[in-house]
């Protein structure tokens, strides 16, 4: 019941930037935590960057090794929304970018559950 939407992938050359949205919709309550998530073709899907939005973390933020410095994730709680702005972009970096949330809806305040997007290719090339 809640939909995801990615946007903002592309193709891009190395040291360039993107700027990803994703924007949920539904009978949203409260959304806890947004993420962003990549995967690489034969590789695992690995967590890129997240930020809680709600709750007793509300505020913190957290990234892979491998992105820090060069991305930085920011929520829109009145949009429902999360951003993954990203600098520098290495080849390394192509992959599906997937963004994910911790949502519960309305009626059932108590309850989160994950929900994930279809994903937005970003390729980077040399």
């Known amino acids: 019941q809640v939909h995801l939407v990615e946007s903002g992938g592309g193709l891009v050359q190395v040291g360039g930037s993107l700027r990803l949205s994703c924007v949920a919709s539904?009978?949203?309550?409260?959304?806890?935590?947004m993420d962003w998530y990549r995967q690489a073709p034969g590789k695992q899907r690995e967590l890129v960057a997240e930020?809680?939005?709600?709750?007793?973390?509300?505020?913190?933020?957290n990234y892979a090794d491998s992105v820090k410095g060069r991305f930085t994730i920011s929520g829109d709680n009145a949009k429902n929304s999360a951003h993954l702005q990203m600098n520098n972009l290495k080849s390394d970096d192509t992959a599906v970018y997937y963004c994910?949330?911790?949502?519960?809806?309305?009626?059932?305040?108590?309850?989160?559950?994950?929900?994930w997007g279809q994903g937005t290719q970003v390729t980077v090339s040399s």
């Open positions: 994910h949330c911790k949502a519960a809806l309305k009626g059932t305040s108590s309850i989160y559950e994950d929900y």
């Open positions: 539904g009978d949203i309550f409260a959304i806890k935590s």
């Open positions: 930020i809680f939005t709600s709750g007793m973390l509300s505020g913190i933020i």
